[in-house]
């Protein structure tokens, strides 16, 4: 017998036997508020919509960066194919706040199964898809392996691992797994040349790497907006008169560097506003209750606070959804994620699109592919800083040059357009060929 085989059913006996325990995590976590409160049993595969009649496709994102990338590919399947019903799960409740809102009419949504042997079978046996569609990197054995037994065929879009999982995949443990996983899929389509790599020395079958871009490009062309609100029309108004920088994505820490560089910049451009927007709602809310203890005075996006009212230069953004709006707010975008070694970077490519002068920190892990690309298309398009003092003096340069901020924002606008053309093209096609085989 294989070593891969004996590793997955390890894996499946194990997964078997911890089951009610994770019944009681899954507990505990909706009364957290981290499951959806009445449709946490979709976690174990039970269902809370009708599976309508015909085809169906599965598409899984496990949380909000991996669904936006799937949408304009669910888009487009959905008006070739329109007599095919498209099922998406997502794991996090932050995502399907956000991605409810940009999914097509008649696409339907679940929360994702743990995977289980019981929650999987489970969900197999309602659903019944005819193909599954895997976002990134979610390698689960026991969906790969049920799905390759029920002959479903499966692709793995905008594929990619960190170092640290394809370090953990290669060991000699797991890397007949990994092979064994790998080699269920009909299609691989790696959103680098370096994942595509990282793909190969994982003993994927060749034939089924295929290149189409990255689509996280891509999201940002097909995004529906609603339009700008009347809170942000406001805001632009109130800010019309103010030099605005966004900070977006910071994790916990980030703000710190942040803030201190807002610090020394008011000291030479008093009537700027960093506009900062943590990766975390929850995050936002501590950022402004700290601030206000250390008496310095913040405007909370969440409570529609107004930054002359509140008489302060600071303001929080402590809501979901809202990004792409506030790049339309402020010409210079400063991407978090980035700057401590442990991060591992965020899309840059939503500020670009926006036309935002985007700067990022040296830290930026899985989007490293996305800044080379930029930098090599135009040197204007992106900012790589290491420090907080080059971070301070990269803002200082722009809010003090406005012919060199114009420039910067176009090139990243221009970038952005070149690098994100025909991506979606190239992936329906791919998927086309080898999911739908041109059916």
Same mark, same amino acid.
């Given at each position: 017998?294989?070593?891969?085989?004996?590793?997955?059913?390890?894996?499946?006996?194990?997964?078997?036997?911890?089951?009610?325990?994770?019944?009681?995590?899954?507990?505990?976590?909706?009364?957290?508020?981290?499951?959806?409160?009445?449709?946490?049993?979709?976690?174990?595969?039970?269902? *809370?919509?009708?599976?309508? =009649?015909?085809?169906?496709?599965?598409?899984?994102?496990?949380?909000?960066?991996?669904? !936006?990338?799937?949408? =304009?590919?669910?888009?487009?399947?959905?008006?070739? %194919?329109?007599?095919?019903?498209?099922?998406?799960?997502?794991?996090?409740? *932050?995502?399907?706040?956000?991605?409810?809102?940009?999914?097509?009419?008649?696409?339907?949504?679940?929360?994702?199964?743990? &995977?289980? =042997?019981?929650?999987?079978?489970?969900?197999?046996?309602?659903?019944?898809?005819?193909?599954?569609?895997?976002?990134?990197?979610?390698?689960?054995?026991?969906?790969? !392996?049920?799905?390759?037994?029920?002959?479903?065929?499966?692709?793995?879009?905008?594929?990619?691992?960190?170092? %640290? @999982?394809?370090? +953990?995949?290669?060991?000699?443990?797991?890397?007949?797994?990994?092979?064994?996983?790998?080699?269920?899929?009909?299609?691989?389509?790696? /959103?680098?040349?370096?994942?595509?790599? #990282?793909?190969?020395?994982?003993?994927?079958?060749?034939?089924?790497?295929?290149?189409?871009?990255?689509?996280?490009?891509?999201?940002? %062309?097909? #995004?529906? *907006?609603?339009?700008?609100?009347?809170?942000? +029309? &406001?805001?632009?108004?109130?800010?019309?008169?103010?030099?605005?920088?966004?900070?977006?994505?910071?994790?916990?820490?980030?703000?710190?560097?942040?803030?201190?560089?807002? @610090?020394?910049?008011?000291?030479? #451009?008093?009537?700027?506003?960093?506009?900062?927007?943590?990766?975390?709602?929850?995050?936002?809310?501590?950022?402004?209750?700290?601030? +206000?203890?250390?008496?310095? %005075?913040?405007?909370?996006?969440?409570?529609?606070?107004?930054?002359?009212?509140?008489?302060?230069?600071?303001?929080?953004? &402590?809501?979901?959804?809202?990004?792409?709006?506030?790049?339309?707010?402020?010409?210079?975008?400063?991407?978090?994620? *980035?700057?401590?070694?442990?991060?591992?970077?965020?899309?840059?490519?939503?500020?670009?699109?926006?036309?935002?002068?985007?700067?990022?920190?040296? #830290?930026?892990? $899985?989007? @490293? $592919?996305?800044?080379?690309?930029?930098?090599?298309?135009?040197?204007?398009?992106?900012?790589?800083?290491?420090?907080? /003092?080059?971070?301070?003096?990269?803002? &200082?340069?722009?809010?003090?040059?406005?012919?060199?901020?114009?420039? +910067?924002?176009?090139?990243?606008?221009?970038?952005?357009?070149?690098?994100?053309?025909?991506?979606?093209?190239?992936?329906?096609?791919?998927?086309?060929?080898?999911?739908?085989?041109?059916?």
């Amino acid at each position: 017998m294989e070593l891969g085989v004996i590793v997955y059913r390890l894996y499946r006996a194990l997964t078997y036997s911890v089951s009610p325990l994770l019944h009681l995590h899954m507990r505990w976590r909706r009364l957290r508020g981290l499951e959806h409160i009445s449709r946490w049993p979709e976690r174990f595969g039970c269902p *809370s919509a009708v599976r309508p =009649p015909g085809s169906l496709v599965w598409f899984h994102a496990v949380s909000l960066g991996e669904g !936006m990338a799937a949408i =304009p590919v669910i888009r487009r399947c959905n008006d070739m %194919k329109p007599d095919l019903t498209i099922l998406m799960t997502t794991t996090t409740v *932050s995502a399907f706040e956000v991605i409810k809102n940009q999914l097509p009419t008649g696409v339907l949504h679940q929360f994702a199964p743990l &995977d289980t =042997p019981v929650a999987i079978d489970r969900f197999l046996g309602y659903w019944k898809p005819n193909a599954i569609i895997i976002m990134e990197n979610e390698l689960w054995p026991n969906l790969i !392996m049920s799905a390759a037994q029920l002959l479903i065929p499966l692709a793995l879009l905008n594929a990619r691992m960190s170092a %640290k @999982s394809f370090n +953990r995949w290669s060991s000699p443990l797991f890397l007949p797994l990994a092979s064994l996983l790998l080699s269920k899929f009909s299609l691989i389509a790696p /959103l680098s040349t370096l994942q595509g790599i #990282h793909f190969q020395l994982l003993q994927a079958p060749p034939f089924v790497i295929n290149f189409a871009g990255d689509l996280k490009y891509v999201e940002n %062309k097909l #995004h529906v *907006s609603s339009g700008t609100s009347e809170s942000i +029309r &406001d805001l632009i108004v109130e800010l019309s008169e103010m030099k605005v920088w966004i900070a977006s994505s910071l994790h916990r820490g980030e703000e710190e560097v942040i803030l201190g560089v807002h @610090s020394l910049l008011l000291q030479s #451009h008093p009537d700027s506003v960093v506009i900062i927007v943590p990766r975390h709602p929850h995050h936002g809310q501590q950022i402004a209750q700290k601030l +206000r203890k250390d008496g310095q %005075k913040v405007a909370l996006r969440s409570q529609n606070e107004k930054l002359t009212s509140r008489k302060t230069n600071i303001y929080v953004v &402590d809501t979901l959804g809202e990004l792409r709006e506030f790049y339309r707010v402020a010409p210079i975008a400063v991407i978090g994620g *980035s700057f401590f070694p442990e991060l591992t970077g965020h899309n840059l490519s939503e500020a670009a699109a926006a036309g935002c002068a985007v700067i990022t920190g040296c #830290h930026v892990g $899985h989007f @490293s $592919h996305m800044v080379k690309a930029m930098q090599q298309a135009n040197p204007l398009s992106i900012t790589q800083v290491s420090t907080k /003092l080059e971070l301070k003096e990269a803002i &200082d340069l722009l809010l003090s040059n406005p012919e060199i901020l114009e420039a +910067r924002q176009r090139a990243s606008k221009e970038v952005y357009e070149s690098l994100s053309s025909c991506i979606i093209s190239n992936t329906w096609n791919l998927l086309n060929l080898h999911i739908f085989r041109g059916k």
